[in-house]
């Protein structure tokens, strides 16, 4: 099904990837084909050959949002790691979308530009983070985004500003168009060096405070409904559910929106424990939880 395009110009192809070390659940699995494009032309020769060929595919960026459901990961994996470049460029920074957020803000930080402090301690990378309109500390990382370079569904490369990425809380435009993220550019303020680290410092350790390194997780696994102040992890804690499991799956005791892996939880049982956890909800409350994680693989019985 891959033939020609298992050994395109400018992209690694491997096989049989263990995925453990790329998701931040620490599920075992393993990614039967994994491509690695080396630049933007590559990448888009390679999304262009799977549209011909009507094959679905995945993007992966630092797993810090994803779960994977099935020991073998069929859909085909495109992994942004060589995506890692970042500089300065007028008032902000162009970052590619394959570096990791600590990485991001560290270099903001070294050339004294302040805004992206916040998002110190967040898993992951600045393309994820860009697709999933990633939120901490009042603020999300589109308020600080001003263009982005995309692949669109043509295969052409162009950039598009911030009001047209449709971003609102934990959404944005490429959640539901074929727009593959290349690169970011933040706009940003020099700040006082001194102050910048005093945030950033701030936002890592609160996160250390309230034990979000402690176990594999990714994160808050639901939604809030802010049209109804529906906060999830208020809801699931009313009812009771910290401390609930399903194999090594738990509902953290930390914070009840977090589904922690406490040894050898594989992704049916963080599956089952969303699913159980929607169910509970549901028929207590009558409220529709909605999962930001992205699920990648066969969901039995849907
Ligand atoms: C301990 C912990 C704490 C967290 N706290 C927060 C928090 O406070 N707020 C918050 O919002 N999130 C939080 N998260 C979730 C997660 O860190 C963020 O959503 C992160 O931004 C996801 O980035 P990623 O690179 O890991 O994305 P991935 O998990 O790799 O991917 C997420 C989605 O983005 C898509 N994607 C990735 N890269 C690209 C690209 N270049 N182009 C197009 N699509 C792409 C993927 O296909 C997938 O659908 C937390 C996670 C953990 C583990």
Known sequence: MIENIDNLDGVL?????NLKKYNTYKVKAKAR???MPKDTDSFSSLLMAFKEKNIKY?????????????DVVKTPIIYTGFFSRIGVVPNGIKVYSGLSIKETVKYAYKNS???????????????????????????SISDFISKIGIIDETGEYRRINNDECEYSYKKSIFQNKDYTIIDIVFALKEGSRKEIKKLMKESFNDRKKKH????????CVFLNDYS???VAGSVIESLGL???SIGGAVVSSHHANFIVNKG???????????KYVQTKVYEETGIKLLHEVRIIGEISGE
């Open 13 to 17: 192809y491997k096989k049989n990837v």
């Open 33 to 35: 084909h994994f491509f």
């Open 58 to 70: 995945t993007i992966l960026g630092g797993g810090s949002n994803i779960l994977f459901l099935d």
């Open 113 to 139: 530009f302040g805004g992206l402090e916040f998002l110190y301690g967040l898993p992951g990378t600045v393309g994820g983070a860009s697709y999933m309109n990633a939120k901490c500390y009042g603020h």
């Open 212 to 219: 979000q390194y402690k176990y594999p997780s990714a994160g």
């Open 228 to 230: 109804t102040n529906t």
């Open 242 to 244: 910290k401390g609930h």
């Open 264 to 274: 050898g939880a594989s992704g049916d049982d963080i599956y089952n424990l969303i």
